[in-house]
């Protein structure tokens, strides 16, 4: 489309895939950045910046090495009842945590952060608030079978894609926020920067 390049800094499917669909050439790359070590950095961080904040991170590791691309950087975080929700480590861990998330509602906040030169020119983030409908244990049983490990590769346990969808009465907020990335904001900066066609 032009002869500026991309790189997604992250090993999201549904990230990689939001592009794709979205007629963007880009190659994807690992960022490799220890979220942990940044989380734990940012200690009581509102979560919407952390969120901000680890996209920058990954877009800033991916262009030190690479810096006449432009590096797209991308993170969620997701707060429930006050406090921040991290990936679950097993299945058992992910079902504690969605009959804990069931008939409450929390915010997805997803950020994006734009890099060339070892430097973000641009970030924004987005948040959606999400409304888990009460279900039953039979329900989560079969969510829980259907979905498998691959549910752990999302925040919240679910993808809003699949059969996830069926753990909510209500979404507010942008479809493209819940995946993973707010990508109306950043089209418009790739559009900017020259990345896309006007």
């Known amino acids: 489309m032009t002869d500026q390049r991309l790189i ?9 895939a939001m592009l794709t669909g979205a007629g963007v050439p880009f190659t994807a790359l690992d960022a490799g950045v220890d979220e942990d070590a940044i989380k ?15 996209a920058r ?15 797209l950087g991308s993170d969620q975080t997701l707060d429930s009842q006050g406090g921040m929700i991290s990936k679950a480590r097993d299945l ?12 409450h509602t929390h915010h997805l906040n997803s950020g994006a952060a734009l890099a060339i030169n070892g430097a973000v020119v641009w970030s924004g983030v987005d948040t959606a608030r999400m409304t888990m409908r009460r279900f ?3 329900f989560l049983d079969a969510y829980l079978e259907v979905e498998g490990e691959g549910l752990l590769g999302s925040v919240g346990c679910y993808r809003l894609e699949g059969m996830g969808s069926q753990l909510f009465d209500r979404v507010e907020g942008d479809y493209f926020t819940v ?13 900017r920067v020259g990345v896309i066609r006007t």
């Open 136 to 138: 039953s244990d039979d």
């Open 92 to 103: 058992t861990e992910a079902r504690h945590r969605l009959r804990g998330m069931s008939g």
């Open 40 to 54: 734990t950095s940012l200690a009581g961080i509102d979560p919407a910046e952390l969120a901000l904040e680890l």
């Open 57 to 71: 991170a990954k877009a800033l590791a991916v262009s030190r090495h690479d810096p006449e691309a432009w590096v």
């Open 179 to 191: 995946l993973g990335m707010p990508l109306w904001p950043v089209l418009n900066e790739l559009r």
């Open 8 to 16: 997604l800094a992250s090993r999201s499917a549904a990230r990689r």
